[in-house]
């Protein structure tokens, strides 16, 4: 325990005659300078390799389906997307999307204020859960909301094989985006100014609109528009739940998979998933511009 | 700090608290209470018939491919998105982030596209004898697509914080850029790479669309957990889909513990 200690005391009888300080940046050694010093991986073996892996896991598929959707010229391309069917699939998911994300930046920021500026027991816990959608299985989170809103509902009520039924799958699925994009801003969210507002004579809900709002918008914007893009894509909590009925409740994701399987028109299908491949590029495109004007107020 | 009135405070929370348990406290509680109704014993035993003990082990046979794959690259798509000098870095990130964006139905066609009958390699595949499509390899192929994102999205912004400062005193230092790397810069993104593989791991184990496009649904063959779950749905076994998907959502359950546990947002 003290052996430590006793050696560490300066100018002790052991200690070794001081070395002059000066020479030591003299005489050091010419060390070999690394300008630019690599983790590995970032070298050019590094960059090759994941260059060939994103080409041959993301872009060859991607690539593969937009040639082959126009296979059969471009006429015949025409026809698959502006097919009355596939028409009323996209323009239905497009809105009901639009809804659910609309839905969610309401709903996302009460959670998100309720779980910052609130207090209560149980909280840990209520945070925690808001991660749920991203673990359960979209085909589980289907199946789980059939059991309460579903043909044998204990409270009576059905919602399936209706268009009600297609947004609320989509609102479960997108549930944690908002919550998770407004929340860390919420949380460093500078006090004082709400302070001062509310010193001046503003009411809550003016100082809410007015100095709170304004800060949140980027956040929610941007948890918004990746709700919106998840739920352009999703299936799998869709489909068990909405009966896919064509021009009802059937999703451009559904009416892909559909042509794909029964009526072996895969070309048909790949110009339909092209439109949605678009739609989904133009949304991650946006989503880019949000974030990187929200980190410039930042 | 807002002046709430007590009364906005508890109508707040209330409306907050209600949207929360309509949506998902009490259907998840529900499908959990209808599973074990009948007993722990109706549940074992309907998760450990053949077929379900063969798609569970699929299922984690992918994951088990896929996972790893995903850690490494991913690991390696963070450092040259983050330490690179590269030109197109906002292009090489927009494809990182594609499959979040992108339908795992569009995925699977894409890549029936490819491997397929009617595929770009589909004839050169058919004629050496290769089963992409409708087997295993398709599926890992699927869900390697989309879990891909996870690990270099987690690792890229604790890259990005710990800064490049000790990996150039540890090279100057004579390591080599693997010594830097295993010594240096693994350990201090540890956290950020748990949480990328518990992610990856989920996402994996709970993939639907995708697999169900490429795998044809062979009974036995090509049958995952979650697939399982589907067909015992459509085919009016309510029990057996509850069952199976009990398994799915207690192992769903485990990986949030484990987020709450890693998140790198908060541990600090």
Known sequence: MSTPLLSEGVGGPDSPPAQPAGPRGGTARPTRVHRRARAGGTGPLGIGVVTIWLSLIVLLPLAAVTVKALDDGTGTFWDAVSSKQAVNALVFTLVVSLVAAAINAVTGTLVAWVLVRDDFKGKGAVNALIDLPFALPTIVAGLTLIALYGKNSPVGI????????????????????????????????????????????????????????????????????????????????????????????????????????????????????????????????????????????? | MLEQSRSTRITLRCVALAYLALLLGIPVGLVLYRTFEHGVGAVWDSV????????????????????????????????????????????????????????????????????????????????HGIAIIFSLPGMVLATVFVSLPFVAREVSPVLREIGDEQEQAAATLGASSWQTFWRVTLPAIRWGVAYGVVLTVARCIGEFGAVSVVSGKIAGQTETLTLLVEKRFTNFDLAGAYAASALLAIIALATLLAMTRLNPRKDH
Do not use: C
């Open chain 2, 48 to 127: 450990t018939t053949p077929a379900a003990i063969h798609a569970f082990s699929l299922t984690l046979e992918i994951a088990a491919i896929a996972v790893p794959l995903n850690t490494v690259l991913g690991i390696l798509t963070a450092l040259v998105l983050v330490r690179g000098r590269i030109r197109g870095k906002a292009i090489l990130e927009a494809i990182v982030d594609l499959p979040f964006a992108i339908s795992p139905v569009v995925v699977g066609l894409a890549l029936i596209l490819v491997y397929g009958r009617i595929g770009w390699f589909g004839p050169w595949l058919a004629d």
């Open chain 1, 158 to 298: 059905d919602v399936t094989y209706t268009r009600t039924a297609v947004l609320l799958a989509l609102l479960f699925v997108t549930l944690p985006f908002v919550v998770r994009s407004v929340q860390p801003v919420l949380i460093e969210l500078d006090r004082e100014m709400e302070e001062a507002s509310t010193s001046l004579g503003a009411t809550p809900g003016q100082t809410f609109r007015h100095i709170v709002l304004p800060n949140l918008r980027p956040a929610i914007l941007s948890g918004a528009a990746l709700s919106f893009a998840r739920a352009v894509g999703e299936f799998g909590s869709i489909v068990l739940i909405s009966g896919n009925v064509p021009f009802q409740t059937e999703v451009s994701s559904v009416y892909i998979f559909k042509l794909q399987e029964s009526s072996q028109n895969p070309i048909a299908a790949a110009a339909v998933a092209v439109v949605l491949l678009l739609v989904s590029l133009v949304v991650l495109i946006g989503i880019r511009v949000l974030e990187r004007r929200g980190g410039d107020h930042a």
